[in-house]
């Protein structure tokens, strides 16, 4: 069963890979957006970039298992208008930080509220489907 | 005889209404400005030298010409039934289709074009030189040039993503005419279609220093019945771009490789349909 389920996988990867993904945008359709998670952790990889600057994260679980999460952001330019500057992350941050998480237990998450070990807040919208008048990314 | 007291009452409170709130606009221009600039008169000669940003519009207005689109042509319909969004009837749209059918052209990098980028970037910048006026955008990183030397437009343009456009003064308002427009881009992120045949006349009408109103008529027989006329859309003088941290406008391109990167680590098409965005 092992052996199949692995086959499966490894073939599905390649189908992907040969057939070149349309770049369609991603919406927040990957993500549940019936709970929130939130984690401490250590901020490894901020990307500041379009469509979508991430943040990547190493925080434990409830079991000290390291998990490494992405999180997915507004555009720069969106994160500026929410107060955000290229500087407002690093590698090496600890940040406490809640978002939606993604489905079937995938480690990315969207919809992003972080506190500083300072207390300073930050959010991106992104992703935070209630009630957010629909901005074209 | 009772009833003066009250009417004069009446009127005092009305005017201390409008002053607090003449005040208050002043007030807030003065300090998002750095100068107080309320109803500070167009200058004369008329000039649209400056960064103008649409407003965030109120919650309804759709990110487009207007919300009646004009019916299509057979031929527009045909184009139009190829499109796949996220965007409902009421948005202007063909419907929602799952993500991994999406299939807007800027997602691949593809530019925004004209007049999409004015929707999608929400602002512009005037610059005005002795023969023409530039106009720059955030989006894309890229500018039009609007001759004002008296030339014409090409007659067998050929088709550019940003068209060609020349201009002229109509007492206090710039007219630009435009075409030569690539049928390759969408009109908005509707994907309200647009043929090679289609041009432009636009008005740009500075009302005040800090007030512009820009109207857009687009006529493409071939695409629509009618023509699109937009609403009178307020633009708004700023400083700076409100996207920008400290420079005038911000270098926003759309990159192929960030996308990539993007869709590799944290998103993968085809996890599930999108949500129904909400119709306004």
Request: hydrophobic residues 35%; contains cysteine.
């Amino acid at each position: 069963m092992k052996g199949k389920r692995a086959a499966s996988l490894v073939l599905s990867a390649g189908f992907l890979a040969i057939c070149a993904p349309i770049f369609a945008h991603h919406g927040s359709q990957g993500y549940d957006h019936t709970r929130r998670v939130t984690v401490k952790g250590t901020v490894t990889e901020f990307v500041w970039a379009n469509p979508h600057s991430q943040i990547y994260l190493d925080a434990k679980d409830d079991k000290g298992n390291l998990v490494h999460w992405g999180l997915e952001l507004n555009s720069p330019g969106n994160l500026i208008r929410e107060g955000w500057t290229h500087t407002s992350l690093k590698a090496g941050d600890e940040i406490t930080v809640s978002f939606d998480p993604g489905k079937e237990g995938r480690p990315i998450g969207i919809c992003v509220d972080i506190v500083f070990s300072n207390g300073q807040k930050l959010r991106s919208s992104q992703g935070c489907v209630q009630g957010n008048p629909d901005l074209e990314k | 005889m009772r009833k003066r007291p009250l009417e004069f009452a009446v009127v005092v409170v009305g005017a201390l209404a409008v002053f607090s709130l003449l005040f208050a606009q002043a007030s807030e221009q003065a300090t998002t400005t750095g100068v107080n600039t309320a109803k500070v008169k167009a200058p004369d000669p008329p000039d649209v030298t400056g960064i103008w940003v649409i407003p965030q519009r109120a919650r309804g207005v759709l990110r487009t010409l207007s919300n009646y689109r004009p019916p299509m042509t057979p031929w527009g319909k045909a184009k139009f039934a190829k499109v796949r969004t996220s965007f409902d009837g009421r948005e202007l749209g063909n419907g929602v289709a799952p993500e991994k059918e999406w299939n807007d052209p800027i997602f691949q990098c593809d530019p925004n074009g004209y007049p999409r980028v004015m929707f999608h970037g929400e602002m512009t910048r005037f610059v005005v030189t002795p023969t023409e006026v530039l106009q720059f955008f955030e989006r894309d990183h890229t500018w039009r040039d609007i001759w004002m030397d008296g030339r014409k437009l090409p007659e067998d343009p050929d088709p550019r993503y940003y068209g060609y456009a020349v201009g002229h003064w109509d007492g206090d308002t710039l007219v630009v005419e435009s075409n030569g427009f690539i049928d390759r881009t969408w009109l908005d992120q509707y994907g309200s279609p647009h043929s090679d045949q289609m041009t432009t006349e636009e008005r740009f009408r500075r009302v005040d220093h800090d007030n512009m109103e820009w109207t857009i008529a687009l006529n493409d027989p071939k695409t629509y019945t009618k023509p699109w006329v937009s609403d009178n859309i307020r633009l708004k003088w700023a400083p700076k771009s409100p996207r920008s941290e400290t420079e005038e406008i911000r270098e926003d391109f759309c990159i192929w490789s960030d996308q990539n990167s993007f869709f590799k680590r944290i998103d993968s098409v085809g996890l599930g349909d999108a949500p129904t965005r909400k119709s306004k």
